[in-house]
């Protein structure tokens, strides 16, 4: 008789390692690293079936405060080190931790790639619209007329919209939180988890050096009620003070109003739902967008997710029915090709 070996209980300590944390002090990567280490207990998997590979940047130094097996990459390319790993062994809960520069700029490629074929793995971009590990140049979210080092006058670049791309990659599931909101995050780190495919969460990130108080409006309680509107499925897009104001959508576009003032009740109201793509394609560029007229709050939350299959899974299937078919392959024989050529 065997006895039945109980797994341990995790807690977050389990998930922090001996490696100094080196962010400078003040920066929102220390949250969303709190946040990540709590939740990792709840999801009931073990710590060596978790791996957390980054590239390059200051978000990157996050494998090695993570008690898991993990890999610090080359820059951009934490997605495709991903998707080899998970192709082959699609048992691993895999995580991807990059930044609005590694993955939108020199990484940009391998980041529509990964989402459009969808391997079952977790992308959390942490987004500063700023490079902070080479000391302050403007990345692929800055602003337009951004002053850096890099762009004493200006930047004249047109910034990307990172959930706009995620969702013009047909990302299965997208979604953005903050450093800042912590119940919010882990909430969202939750329902990355959950999702079957690729998962793209968006986390507004300070950089108190190099851009403190990029995101101050969404995160301050004197303007959080104003300027953030929480997604919720099935719910109506209410924000400010008792959510007194809400959103309608007047034909395509949206319309801020008012409850109280316009004798609107919240059945009158957008309802969001996650699985509604062309809704969907609305909220991500409803801040954005120079042909919606008015100013919005910004929308946090999950924007949409949707059902496919995973690749690894395609993969897995189409390898096991050519072998039944054809049998197994032979490698010296493939090596060789079909021509030949005789040396005399």
Known sequence: MTEEIIAPTLTSKDFVTDQEVRWCPGCGDYSILAQVQKVMPTLGIPKENIVFISGIGCSSRFPYYMNTYGMHSIHGRATAVASGLKATRPELSVWI????????????????????RNFDVNILLFNNQIYGLTKGQYSPT??????????????????????????????????RSMDRDPKHL????????????????????????????????????????????????????????????GIILDGLKPKVVNLEEENISENDLWI??????????????????????????????????????????????????TIASKGKGNLDKLLRGKEVWQIN
């Not at 002053?147 to 919209?161: E, L, M, R, V």
């Not at 303007?223 to 104001?245: A, C, H, I, R, Y």
Request: charge should be negative; hydrophobic fraction near 35%.
């Open 272 to 321: 969001h739902d996650e699985h509604d793509f062309y809704k969907a394609q609305i909220l991500v560029r409803m801040f954005d967008d120079p042909r919606i007229e008015g100013h919005f709050p910004r929308p946090f939350g999950v924007f949409y997710q949707a059902n496919r299959a995973c690749y690894e899974e395609v993969m897995a299937q189409q390898i096991e029915e």
């Open 97 to 116: 931790i990059t930044g609005d520069g590694d993955a939108l700029s020199i990484g940009g490629n391998h980041t529509i790639h990964l989402l459009r």
């Open 142 to 175: 800055s602003e337009e007329q951004k002053i850096t080092k890099s762009t004493p006058y200006g930047s004249i670049d047109h910034p990307f919209n990172p959930l706009a791309l995620a969702m013009g990659s047909d990302a299965t599931f997208i979604a």
């Open 186 to 245: 882990q909430a969202m780190l939750l329902r990355t988890h959950q999702h079957k495919g690729a998962s793209f969460l968006e986390i507004y990130q300070n950089c108190n050096i190099f851009n403190d108080g990029a995101f101050e409006v969404f995160t301050e309680k004197s303007s959080k009620m104003q300027e953030v509107l929480f997604l919720e499925q099935g719910k109506p897009l209410t924000f400010g003070v008792d959510n007194k104001k």
